[in-house]
T-cell receptor, first 112, second 116 residues
Framework: DTGVSQDPRHKITKRGQNVTFRCDPI?????LYWYRQTLGQGPEFLTY????????KSRLLSDRFSAERPKGSFSTLEIQRTEQGDSAMYLC??????????FGPGTRLTVL | AQKVTQAQTEISVVEKEDVTLDCVYE???????LFWYKQPPSGELVFLIR??????QNEISGRYSWNFQKSTSSFNFTITASQVVDSAVYFC?????????????FGKGTLLTVNP
């Protein structure tokens, strides 16, 4: 078990471009979370999946953001028409029950 | 709505000093869970502890100890005999049982610097 992995680790893009991030949770975990962390702040919840079902989305998740977990395994987070305010660390976490949420290393997005 | 407040933005201590990181929370849930995470300079969040709202026993793990007081809605974290390797940002977080999704609400974090 290699823990939660995220790809890419870093992404630099120009404003207006689309970007997609991938998260591979720990294999037996059915709960998957996306968070966003900006400089000097704690992570903020974006969205939650239980298996393949997206059960909650934060108001932070504008219509430019979409997330999927097609087979209840890996998940993708896409941001369309990126803006400079989207620059942040995007964190993925997984767990099986209300226990430790295991976090991945994050994807750092820089929008120029 | 849930809220976690970490009033201390930055703390600087000298090695071997004891240090306490404060955490105050707000929730309407009767069942909830409190967490502490460490974020070293490498950036990855490292789980330290989880406490249930119905278990107010304090906990000690090596140099780390946690004081959970429901009456004051606080869940403070003490590092005894601090070491340089303890330098990191520490986050307190809360997960309510409402909605059963257990999403974490984090505080803004406390940057701890332990100087040799």
């Amino acid at each position: 078990d290699t823990g939660v992995s995220q790809d890419p680790r870093h992404k630099i893009t120009k404003r207006g471009q689309n970007v997609t991030f991938r998260c591979d949770p720990i294999s037996e975990h059915n709960r998957l979370y996306w968070y966003r962390q900006t400089l000097g702040q704690g992570p903020e919840f974006l969205t939650y999946f239980q298996n393949e079902a997206q059960l909650e989305k934060s108001r932070l998740l504008s219509d430019r953001f979409s997330a999927e977990r097609p087979k209840g395994s890996f998940s993708t987070l896409e941001i369309q028409r990126t803006e400079q305010g989207d620059s942040a660390m995007y964190l993925c976490a997984s767990t099986d029950e209300i226990d430790e949420q295991f976090f991945g290393p994050g994807t750092r997005l820089t929008v120029l | 709505a849930q809220k976690v407040t970490q009033a201390q933005t930055e703390i600087s201590v000298v090695e071997k000093e004891d240090v306490t990181l404060d955490c105050v929370y707000e929730t309407r849930d009767t069942t909830y869970y409190l967490f502490w995470y460490k974020q070293p300079p490498s950036g990855e969040l490292v789980f330290l502890i989880r406490r249930n709202s119905f278990d107010e026993q304090n906990e000690i793990s090596g140099r780390y100890s946690w004081n959970f007081q429901k009456s004051t809605s606080s869940f403070n974290f003490t590092i005894t005999a601090s070491q340089v390797v303890d330098s990191a940002v520490y986050f307190c977080a809360l997960a309510g049982s409402g909605g059963s999704n257990y999403k974490l609400t984090f505080g803004k974090g406390t940057l701890l610097t332990v100087n040799p």
